[in-house]
């Protein structure tokens, strides 16, 4: 780890050691913001004690940073555009992830020190499009470039329809509850269940649901929000670093070989698909000797960025057998190759079969360029995990008491903890990035008025205006911040 600083200036070290401890700051912020929604209802319902609760809770987030992949993360990462990841220098670099950062922490302790359960997603998420707005603006691009929308409109949909989802799922939930256990013990809430049973712990395996179903989303919590720091982080070090982490250095000769084939069998594709998509790639074009380094990716270069990434990796068993220029323009190639695929997967023309073809090639050429370090990972999960540790209480009051007219019952809490790992697992699987406080808070509000407990408006109110208010925010802190930044070095 620590060779990454060799040969920098001090003042780029300096820079870097910076930006790494911003976005720590900004995964140990996400811990006591977002996971006080993971131990919100374990914690009211007094299923578990509150120091327990954390800890079990941080124990598990790490667990779920470790285990969860790098899928959500370059999903972030691809909401800039191919243009922009492709240009990134250091300057450049540690201006936009410090707008990224600093908007995204300063709108996070806001909502946090009122007690607003607002989504860390949405923040950062918005302080990525404003980045690259702004940089669309300052550099001359045409607006519909500065972002890559085809992701923007994903994610967007996924932060949407989750917690929609969360609110009908938990509510019907709730509802076959109420009617399979009608008089179940379960319906009570914790002052009920004190007042009329003198007991202040919920019913055996009401607690062990709780408790499990909170734990879960913890863990889920960890492999979706946690990768969001593993993003940042691998952006900072491939534009300040480029030479040691445009390529992952441990990859193995079967991996490199395997980039290799995926280029090579990419080729064939396009060959075999020459009738659909001959004019789009300028498949009968001469092949160039050498794919000019433009600030763009050409489809018609395809079938040259094809030979050379071939070229480049003949005979190379480990990307430390290349020179650090080399592993930087393979990277490029790699990165064009990708985003034409995807372009191209975007087509009528192709069959579905084909389509899921072209998702698997995508797959293996892109193995060894979306990755992380060991390091950087530990690091997030520790950063998530510490954060969880702190900082719950005024969450935990808004989510138990203040959303209902009415507190929570057993069944409710349940019913919301279990719509939510089931939401935050089946988006992790397709490598989208959701809200754990918007689907368990919606979740809770849909039991809310399961239970015809009634919705708190002043509450709700809020809550809808900060996940409003959280796009427009972000974009426009992190584009001011980026603007700026951008003037006062002059990158």
């Not at 779920?64 to 993360?73: E, F, I, T």
Request: aromatic share 8%; hydrophobic share 50%; net charge positive.
């Amino acid at each position: 780890m620590l060779d990454l600083f060799s040969g920098l200036p001090l003042s780029v070290g300096l820079s870097l050691v910076l930006a790494l401890a911003l976005v720590l700051v900004f995964e140990f912020i996400n811990g006591f913001h977002d996971t006080a929604n993971a131990v919100a209802t374990v914690i009211y319902t007094k299923a578990m004690p509150p120091h327990l609760a954390v800890l079990f809770s941080g124990i598990c987030n790490f667990l779920g940073v470790l285990l969860g992949g790098v899928g959500v993360a370059y999903a972030i990462v691809h909401l800039l555009p191919v243009e922009l990841l492709l240009n990134l220098d250091s300057g450049r670099s540690l201006a936009m992830a410090f707008s990224m950062l600093a908007a995204a922490i300063v709108w996070n302790l806001g909502t946090w020190y009122f007690g607003i359960p607002a989504s860390s997603s949405h923040t950062l998420i918005g302080a990525i499009l404003g980045v690259g707005l702004a940089n669309a603006l300052l550099t001359g691009l045409p607006v519909g470039i500065g972002v890559n929308w085809g992701k923007a409109i994903d994610i967007g949909l996924s932060l949407i329809i989750s917690p929609v989802a969360g609110f009908i799922v938990a509510g019907l939930l709730l509802l076959g509850l109420k009617r399979l256990f009608a008089g179940s013990k379960m319906h009570k809430t914790p002052e009920q269940r004190r007042a009329i049973d003198n007991k202040k712990h919920p019913p055996f395996w009401n607690r062990l649901v709780l408790v499990l179903s909170a734990m879960c989303v913890s863990f889920v919590h960890g492999s979706n929000d946690g990768q969001k720091g593993i993003g940042l982080i691998m952006l900072v070090l491939i534009g300040i670093v480029p030479a040691k982490f445009v390529l992952d250095p441990a990859s193995t000769p079967y991996q490199v070989q395997r980039t290799v084939d995926a280029a090579a069998h990419l080729g064939d594709f396009y060959q075999r698909n020459a009738d659909t998509l001959g004019d789009y790639l300028a498949l009968k074009r001469p092949l160039r000797t050498d794919p000019p380094q433009t600030a763009h990716c050409d489809p018609q270069d395809t079938m040259s960025v094809i030979r050379a990434v071939r070229r480049s990796l003949d005979g190379v068993r480990v990307y430390d057998d290349l020179p650090p220029d080399a592993r930087v323009r393979l990277r490029r190639y790699l990165l064009c190759l990708d985003d034409t695929a995807r372009k191209v997967a975007g087509l009528d023309a192709l069959s579905l079969s084909e389509k899921a073809d072209l998702r698997r090639l995508r797959a293996d050429l892109t193995a060894t360029t979306e990755y992380a370090p060991l390091w950087v990972i530990v690091a997030v999960a520790l950063a998530l995990g510490a954060g969880t540790m702190l900082g719950w209480r005024r969450v935990v009051l808004t989510v138990g008491e203040k959303i209902g007219r009415q507190g929570m019952t057993y069944a409710q809490g349940m019913s919301a903890q279990i719509t939510a790992v089931a939401a935050i697992g089946v988006a992790n699987v397709f490598s989208l990035p959701v809200s754990t406080t918007q689907v368990l808070s919606s979740g809770v509000a849909g039991t809310m008025v399961a239970n015809r407990s009634g919705l708190h408006n002043g509450t709700v109110r809020i809550i809808l205006l900060a996940w409003l208010l959280t796009f427009p925010a972000s974009m426009l802190l992190s584009a001011g911040l980026f603007s700026l930044a951008v003037w006062g070095l002059g990158v």
